[in-house]
């Protein structure tokens, strides 16, 4: 069994909601995202443990959690301290449970959490596994959730095979709010295209 670290994010704030332009928008961002947890994290972090015999405990999702933090001013969420979820990382430090230096260390995109090089190489094979032409020949095929890089284009296909047919069971690629200032040429779900990747804060 494995305790996991699922919804700190949704609750607490992205790297991206650095952008947010004021706590309402912060905090419907928030209630976004918690709506579509089915869909994406919780989601992938139960696939991926169950299909190797093991069984994730989520207490981020603990529902009285998730209403209480829901509830606090969203003011006090936003990255004012210069890191972010700096509430959830203070609520540990008293008890000095979890070493500081890991508590306080930067976050680091999901994509890069499992290595830098392997982001890159899937990259570079879906950019060699397609042409050009290709690729505009097969994103076109899907009106919902179409693909919009070579990369993109390699998940969908691979989820086609699998599920096919069954793609509006997710309302589309995970993607960081391209309405705010600041986020709207992001073209890449991983937090390491942001202008405020590395150092926490804009």
Not at 7 to 26: C, N
Not at 150 to 172: A, D, N, W
Request: aromatic residues 12%.
């Amino acid at each position: 069994m494995l305790l996991t670290g699922e919804i700190s994010d949704e609750l607490f704030g992205y790297k991206y909601t650095d952008f947010a332009p004021d706590a309402e928008a912060f905090q419907k961002e928030a209630e976004k995202r918690i709506r579509e947890l089915h869909m994406y994290d919780v989601l992938r972090a139960d696939r991926c443990i169950s299909v190797n015999s093991l069984e994730a405990r989520v207490p981020f999702g603990d529902l009285d959690f998730v209403d209480y933090v829901m509830h606090i001013d969203p003011e006090k969420k936003l990255n004012h301290y210069g890191i972010g979820k700096y509430l959830l990382r203070h609520a540990f430090e008293e008890d000095a449970l979890i070493p500081h230096n890991i508590l306080m260390r930067e976050k680091a995109a999901f994509s890069d959490a499992v290595g830098h090089s392997l982001r890159n190489d899937i990259i570079d094979y879906a950019n060699a596994h397609y042409t050009d032409e290709e690729f505009e020949e097969k994103r076109r095929r899907y009106t919902h959730a179409q693909p919009f890089t070579k990369e993109s284009l390699l998940y969908r296909e691979i989820f086609e095979k699998y599920y096919p047919g069954q793609s509006e069971m997710v309302v589309g690629f995970w993607m960081p709010n391209r309405d705010w200032a600041g986020l709207e040429n992001v073209n890449d779900p991983s937090a390491r295209v942001l202008s405020n990747y590395g150092a926490s804060g804009v």
